[in-house]
């Protein structure tokens, strides 16, 4: 509610100007039958005009639009409407008008064009503005910020200037320094400015926070930054950035946060980066920094995340003494040339909840160690040279609270301990996430697996397990993703298989617990280059691989039970018989992949009701009669078709009269030769691919 020393008597201008506001912005529950300073949000001086001061309303679920009377409340200080659903373009004269406003917070809307900041000139150059907080972020706003604005001109005691998630563009307001010293807090990331750091940062040197991230920001970083002794939080992520870290940069002994990660810097890490003592977050992912980690880092004791995969450093880990980051949940070295052992003394950060060091050329066994860590939930050391799987796994099934455990590429041609009664009743409690593919592990699907009930996805492709595909992965009732391409498996699907719970309806699916990861996981295929990002196990699709093996007999009919499915792949097996009708019934299916065996008889026109369906591959079968028309059928390349001597129409655009016999054609042959390799781990880009090893880790 409002205050006011005395009895309230609204100025009459203004408690007009309130109430066209209150006209266009819904709902506000003002009593008209009291004076406005009494209304919810109004605050008022103690003159005998009674003049609004401040409209405070954050978080009220406002909805409509900011009226232009709002620029008649020429005594308001203060006009806080954040986190609301208001849209629409701003006033066009807001900024000038209201020449006594210290605090301006419309952040969390969805205003819309571009800011009205008029451009100096005149008697207007000079003009000087009270304002101390610009919080515009996460609007939709756009247009350029230009130098000059006659109200950025004249804020000499702006302290804080906040133009976050929007769409700006044009040149970066770095310049902000030259009209405002007093400056504190600079934030523009997640924009479109361009251009490089202005050099008048340096005027600034009461600057705290630089958060300029995700935008085309380009050139060197300023060394002028680095007298900015009471900054606390560098970000300048996701932009293109060149040069080398500097030296100086610990100068900055207040620094808390420093995110340097997805640019082009260059150079090795400061030596003496353990004098930042108060630094808690150091992220220089995705760059093309060198030689080896400072000794000095573990003077950072302060640290809680160190993010450094995907650059160019060397040495040996074991050198680094973690023990003394009592602090850090979050260590993530992968994608680099580190050699040596793995580093025992990590296991003595007790706090940690996340590591990787997937993707280097680590050698050696897994420490009993680990199991010291009672908060790790996430653990990736694919793609190394770590040996005794049964160790591994025998160590690792003592962590507790371990929800992502992949270990893809390690312990080559080693064999899976395999009985069920490896595995204690209490073992791999919590574990959602199991990757170790591509290591060519011998053995039969390991029978413990049936003690994992929170398993939702598991990979065990590219190995050599043998034997059939066992029933009882039916009975996991979390189990969403499934991944056996690649081994030696014979036989037929067994009925039981097809009692997967969580794969069963879309409802059941969705009730499966779907966390965010520590750490993101990146997901590659050769299908498509790239890679998918997935920082949540709900995002991932629901899928069912095993290409690649020797499976028998027909394509069982209760695959089609399975109504969450988002891809089967079937392809390179010996299936024969019919493709069932009853497939039809996976409305959910995005792909299906049934090239490379032996399967006769017609496609299903039922088929064509797959709505989601755009990916169909039956090439090289013994299929017969005319392709299905219409929907997505007419958009599938002829590649997935061929292969088929007495397949026709269609995309095939040959006659079915007089069916034609044409040879399979080698190209789709050799395509479906190539062994896919989904890699869960460190990876670069963002396109669109399924299917899998679970490495956590691939080379750029």
């Known amino acids: 509610m409002g205050s006011k020393a005395k009895e309230a008597v609204c100025n009459p201008q203004d408690r007009e100007s309130l109430l066209w506001f209150s006209s266009s912005v819904s709902p506000l529950n003002w009593d008209l039958s009291i004076d406005c300073c009494s209304w919810e949000g109004i605050t008022c001086d103690d003159t005998s005009e009674s003049h609004v001061t401040a409209i405070s309303l954050p978080l009220r679920g406002l909805s409509g639009n900011l009226s232009s009377s709002v620029q008649n409340l020429h005594r308001i200080s203060h006009l806080d409407l954040s986190h609301n659903l208001l849209s629409g373009p701003l006033p066009p004269e807001l900024f000038s008008a209201l020449d006594e406003l210290m605090v301006l917070n419309l952040s969390y809307n969805s205003f819309s064009g571009e800011l009205p900041l008029e451009q100096a000139h005149g008697d207007k150059r000079n003009k000087f503005f009270p304002i101390q907080t610009v919080d515009l972020s996460s609007n939709l706003l756009q247009g350029e910020i230009l130098n000059t604005s006659s109200f950025l001109l004249g804020a000499f005691s702006l302290i804080s200037f906040n133009v976050s998630n929007n769409s700006f563009t044009g040149p970066n307001p770095s310049f902000m320094c030259m009209s405002s010293p007093q400056l504190s807090k600079l934030d523009f990331s997640y924009n479109d400015f361009a251009g490089q750091i202005s050099r008048g940062l340096g005027r600034c040197l009461n600057l705290s926070v630089i958060r300029a991230g995700f935008n085309n920001i380009s050139g060197e970083i300023p060394v002028e930054i680095y007298n900015l002794f009471e900054l606390e939080q560098l970000f300048l992520p996701a932009s293109q950035l060149t040069g080398k870290l500097d030296n100086n940069i610990t100068r900055l002994k207040k620094l808390t946060l420093l995110e340097l990660y997805f640019n082009h810097l260059e150079g090795e890490i400061p030596k003496h980066i353990g004098h930042l003592s108060s630094l808690q977050s150091l992220q220089l992912h995705v760059n093309k920094i060198t030689g080896k980690v400072p000794l000095s880092l573990a003077n950072c004791t302060k640290l809680v995340k160190l993010n450094l995969r995907i ?93 992502t455990l992949i270990l893809a590429k390690n312990f080559y041609d080693e064999t899976f301990p395999s009985s069920v009664h490896f595995v204690s009743s209490d073992g791999f409690p919590k574990l959602q996430i199991f990757g170790i593919g591509g290591s060519r592990i011998k053995g039969e699907v390991p029978a413990w697996l049936i003690k994992l009930k929170s398993l939702e996805l598991m990979d065990l492709s590219q190995n050599r397990l043998v034997g059939s595909v066992p029933g009882w992965l039916g009975t996991l009732p979390k189990l969403s993703y499934i991944d056996l391409s690649y081994n030696l498996l014979t036989g037929e699907v067994p009925k039981e298989f097809f009692h997967l719970r969580a794969l069963m309806s879309q409802k059941a699916y969705e009730a499966t617990e779907k966390n ?47 109504k969450a499915l988002h891809i089967l792949e079937l392809l390179g097996n010996n299936f024969s018989g019919r493709i069932p009708e009853e497939l039809s019934n996976l409305t959910n299916l995005e792909k299906l992949d049934l090239s490379n065996n032996n399967l006769s008889g017609r496609i299903p026109s039922s088929l064509r009701q797959l709505h989601f369906m755009s990916y169909f591959n039956v090439a090289n079968n013994s299929l017969e009669g005319p392709i299905p028309t219409g929907s997505q059928f007419d958009t599938f390349p002829k590649s997935y078709f061929e292969g088929n001597p007495l397949l026709c129409g269609g995309v095939l655009q040959t006659s079915c009269k007089v069916p034609t016999r044409e040879p399979a054609t080698s190209s789709t042959t050799e395509n479906d030769e190539l062994k896919r390799t989904l890699v869960i781990g460190i990876a670069i880009g963002y396109l669109f691919g399924f299917s899998s090893i679970l490495v956590v880790c691939a080379r750029q």
């Open 311 to 403: 650059n160019r450093l060397i040495g040996k880990l074991t050198e680094l003494e973690f023990n003394k980051l009592q602090s850090l949940r979050i260590l993530d070295l992968g994608n680099n040339s580190f050699t040596g052992d793995v580093p025992d003394k990590v296991f003595y950060c007790r706090s940690l909840t996340a590591i990787r060091f997937a993707g280097n050329k680590l050698t050696g066994q897994i420490s009993p160690q680990v199991k010291e860590l009672e908060s790790l939930t996430f653990l990736a050391f694919s793609d190394n040279k770590l040996t005794n799987v049964t160790g591994a796994l025998s160590i690792l099934q003592g962590c507790r609270k371990l929800s």
């Open 516 to 562: 965010y990861l520590q750490l993101p996981i990146f997901v590659h295929t050769n299908y498509i280059i790239g890679s998918q990002q997935y920082n949540q196990i709900y995002n991932f699709p629901s899928a069912i691989y095993m290409r690649s093996n020797s499976l028998t007999g027909s394509i069982p009919v209760e695959f089609s039970q399975l």
